[in-house]
């Protein structure tokens, strides 16, 4: 069965920390990775990841995907306040031209105090 | 409209009676998927539509839930006879054909069978 393991499950830090989310996957025909910050009840979207060791970066958030390893992190620096949330793991599986169903991991609680 | 519009935000129904959740998305979005989130655990498929191909069911958790999407735009979830492990957050969400960016999520409803 398909499966997005992500940990820790929780974490709580101080303002200014870095912190490294984790995410592993098993999917048959894999196709992207995603990763959501959810913060009250709808997740936003973050990043998409289809090429293994690619970096990709938005302000002090970035991430990498490792498709040897069936694996991604999520790299926040600095961290603030702000950054509390529920960090959610998704991994697509292939449709061929369409985007196909996420499969998603339980999430990461982040906790950042001031 | 702007984003994934879904209605009633919060839903209290007794045991027993039938609920419809509604998603209208994002216009010229092509894809509509339904997940529902328990309290503490990741995002669990439910149903995904795509254009006016036969949509994927098989995430349903029974018989007594049912979606339908009218003329490739609202979609309405129906749960018949509802039970007190229904409560959760729904949640849709909609993309483009080739989904670049992922999914846009609406609010969610909130669920809560007494």
């Known amino acids: 069965e398909d499966k997005v393991v992500q940990s820790p499950l929780s974490l709580v830090v101080h303002e200014g920390d870095t912190v490294t989310l984790n995410c592993s996957y098993e999917?048959?025909?894999?196709?992207?990775l995603l990763w959501y910050k959810q913060e009250k009840k709808a997740p936003t979207f973050l990043f998409m990841l289809?090429?293994?060791?690619i970096e990709k970066k938005s302000g002090r958030l970035s991430s990498i995907l490792d498709k040897k390893e069936l694996s991604s992190i999520l790299n926040i620096t600095a961290t603030q306040t702000g950054d509390s949330a529920i960090y959610l793991c998704?991994?697509?599986?292939?449709?061929?031209?369409?985007?196909?169903?996420?499969?998603f991991g339980r999430g990461t609680q982040l906790t950042v105090w001031p | 409209g702007a984003g994934v519009s879904q209605s009633p935000s919060n839903k209290v129904t007794e045991k027993g009676k039938d609920v419809e959740l509604r998603c209208d998305p994002i216009?010229?979005?092509?894809?509509l998927y339904w997940y529902r989130q328990s309290l503490g655990q990741g995002l669990e498929f439910l149903i995904y539509?795509?254009?006016?191909?036969?949509?994927?069911k098989s995430g349903l958790p029974s018989d007594r839930f049912s979606a339908e999407r009218t003329g490739g735009s609202v979609s309405t979830l129906t749960i018949q006879r509802t039970q007190q492990e229904d409560s959760a957050v729904y949640l849709c969400?909609?993309?483009?054909?080739?989904?670049?960016?992922?999914?846009?999520f609406g609010s969610g409803t909130r669920l809560t069978v007494v």
């Open positions: 969400a909609s993309s483009l054909r080739t989904g670049r960016y992922g999914y846009t």
């Open positions: 999917v048959t025909n894999f196709r992207s």
């Open positions: 289809t090429s293994s060791g």
């Open positions: 998704a991994v697509e599986a292939d449709r061929g031209s369409t985007l196909g169903r996420l499969y």
């Open positions: 216009s010229g979005h092509t894809a």
């Open positions: 539509f795509q254009g006016n191909s036969a949509p994927d």
